[in-house]
């Protein structure tokens, strides 16, 4: 035993002996070398253990469960030496939700005969199953009518030579859009350009009143259940000031409608819907007038709560970059009670998010070692309302504690995966900013290689908390894991992706599923690096010359845009 002893030591000095090297190769002090030591394995799965305890019931905003897991972190991060930093010097910054829940909801049509299943004919409404009208969390009653507009994908970057609205005028008229994006975008430019509440604001740029969604491939005809209702968030006076299914008074209504009706609309105007959806994707817009009117009724009725978002601050170090921020998030709520599977209905969110939450516990444990702390000030932000459409991040982003011109950067953590080692990872986003030299020295100094996104379709980018801050104007980035393994079959992707199917979003994600604690201490290990790297740099970041969230800053849209996890919804998946 003595000699087990001697060796775990041994082993454990020589680790500390490689991170000190690696960190003085950096040009980083031996001080920081050690203390990115003192983040524990078993303080992450302790953290992760008492925030998806049954007792939190799942942390949905506006809970007794929620209310318990801001108390735990806020002690946690106390003990840490981090100090408040949320509204009138406490820990906390109010998000008021709106829950908004539609009733009845009508839309007819009136002009060129409809044909095809659901259709109305040449005046009526279409089958009640072919569509959805989200409610409006603004306007408890909307009654209009106007012409329809097909216009391609409602895309409209000029700068990247694309424009569903040149050319066509649709002032005063309801969009018709599908899903999508030009071939030649990246994974992650499409996902930007088509999140929905990037559809609302562009269309009422142009002028339109209304949108509508209709769904062009009828392998994925499904429309979002809005049984539980959709939340945006209000300010204190009761006006929307965010939600991914609300822009503006100006546009009245938001529609999905299924392939069934679109493509009805279609052959009543004498288009083709399988040849102008190859036109678009070939990069081609196709906007054009629809032979329809439409008229539409709705009623929506509101629910409002309280939540909140956790905001604590380490100082920094230099007399004029500490009043800069380089912010590091992630979203303490989950799903609360829910549908049930497999007899249970109590929705854990252990890996989600609670790893990330215990991820930036970490960060903070290890800041409370550095005995001088970086050049700018770090913010440690656990934001409320992700799970209902990015939320608690947006209104942070929008309405931050701190002057949002001082926060130059944002390191999120969501749903890191901790479920075998980490070997290598890739940076969602980072490839848009100069974030990728931080995300290059933080990885190697792990021994960590940097990879290319192994699931572009999952738009992973667009999707989480970070975003919010990108569409703000400021460079953010998601670390998520590679596909390296250690059996060199480099397919971790395949095991996450049949990990997904069973846990994600379900019940089943709590403390008893498969978990690598010791890779959730590398990841918070990695995301510290890469935000201690931003703090001691001189120049903040900025964004690649020519990006597309360059060219969104330049044009002043960068607070007004998020985009859904998923498709607007409830709480329950």
């Given at each position: ?27 980083l002090s ?46 946690r ?17 109010k998000v ?5 829940f ?5 839309i ?24 959805i ?27 990247l ?13 309801t ?13 992650s ?11 609302l ?10 949108v ?8 994925a005809?499904?429309?979002a259940d ?18 991914q ?13 299924k392939?069934e ?25 196709q ?8 008229n ?22 230099d ?15 989950h799903?609360?009670?829910a ?18 939450i ?14 001088v ?44 995966t ?13 490839e848009?900013s ?13 021994g ?10 999952q738009?992973?980018?667009t ?13 953010a ?13 480099n397919n ?22 498969i978990?690598n ?7 918070a ?37 998020g985009?859904?996890?998923?498709v ?6």
């Amino acid at each position: 035993m003595v000699l087990n002893k001697i060796y775990v030591l041994s082993a454990v000095y020589s680790i500390l002996a490689i991170d000190t090297a690696l960190a003085q190769n950096a040009g980083l002090s031996k001080n920081i070398g050690e203390a990115i030591e003192t983040v524990s394995a078993n303080q992450i799965k302790a953290d992760i253990t008492y925030l998806a305890d049954d007792r939190l019931k799942g942390r949905l905003p506006g809970t007794e469960g929620y209310q318990m897991a801001v108390d735990y972190v806020t002690g946690r991060l106390k003990s840490s030496g981090v100090i408040p930093a949320g509204e009138n010097g406490t820990w906390l910054q109010k998000v008021n939700l709106r829950r908004a829940f539609v009733k009845d909801a009508v839309i007819s049509l009136t002009g060129a005969a409809l044909s095809g299943p659901g259709a109305s004919g040449a005046s009526g409404a279409p089958g009640a199953s072919n569509y959805i009208v989200y409610p409006n969390p603004a306007r408890p009653a909307v009654q209009q009518s106007s012409s329809l507009v097909f216009v391609g994908y409602g895309i409209s970057e000029p700068g990247l030579g694309y424009d569903d609205y040149k050319n066509i005028d649709v002032k005063g008229k309801t969009v018709v859009v599908t899903k999508g994006a030009p071939a030649q975008f990246s994974s992650s430019v499409a996902a930007h350009v088509m999140n929905n509440r990037k559809l609302l604001n562009v269309a009422a740029a142009h002028g339109a009143t209304g949108v509508i969604i209709g769904i062009a491939d009828s392998s994925a005809n499904h429309l979002a259940d809005l049984s539980n209702g959709v939340y945006s968030v209000i300010d204190n006076k009761g006006k929307v000031v965010f939600s991914q299914i609300y822009y503006s008074d100006q546009i009245g209504f938001l529609a999905s409608i299924k392939f069934e009706l679109l493509n009805s609309l279609f052959e009543s105007s004498g288009r083709n819907l399988k040849q102008v959806s190859a036109q678009l994707k070939a990069g081609q817009p196709q906007p054009f007038a629809m032979k329809q009117v439409i008229n539409v009724s709705l009623n929506s009725t509101f629910k409002d709560i309280v939540s909140y978002n956790v905001v604590g601050k380490i100082p920094g170090s230099d007399s004029v970059l500490k009043n800069e921020y380089v912010v590091h998030s992630a979203h303490l709520d989950h799903l609360g009670i829910a549908k049930p599977v497999e007899g249970d209905s109590l929705y854990n969110g252990a890996h989600d998010n609670a790893s990330g939450i215990a991820s930036l516990l970490g960060i903070a444990k290890i800041y409370q070692q550095i005995k001088v702390k970086p050049k700018r000030s770090i913010l440690i932000v656990m934001v409320t309302g992700e799970e209902m459409g990015m939320l608690g991040s947006q209104y942070f982003a929008s309405h931050p504690t701190v002057p949002v011109k001082n926060m130059v950067a944002d390191v999120n953590t969501d749903m890191p995966t901790i479920i075998a080692p980490l070997l290598s990872v890739t940076a969602l986003g980072a490839e848009h900013s100069s974030l990728v030299k931080q995300v290059g020295q933080a990885a190697r100094f792990l021994g960590l290689s940097v990879e290319p996104d192994p699931e572009p379709a999952q738009a992973r980018f667009t999707r989480s908390d970070q975003y919010s801050f990108v569409v703000a104007g400021i460079p953010a980035l998601h670390i998520k894991y590679g596909s390296k393994t250690e059996d060199g079959k480099n397919n971790l992707n395949e095991t996450v992706a049949k990990w997904r199917a069973k846990y994600y979003h379900k019940p089943q994600d709590d403390i008893n599923g498969i978990f690598n604690f010791n890779a959730g201490k590398k990841y918070a290990q990695l995301n510290f690096l890469i935000g201690y790297l931003v703090a001691e740099e001189q120049n903040r970041p900025k964004w690649n010359s020519g990006d597309i969230f360059s060219l969104s800053s330049q044009n002043g849209q960068g607070s007004s845009q998020g985009s859904p996890h998923h498709v607007p919804s409830a709480s329950a998946p």
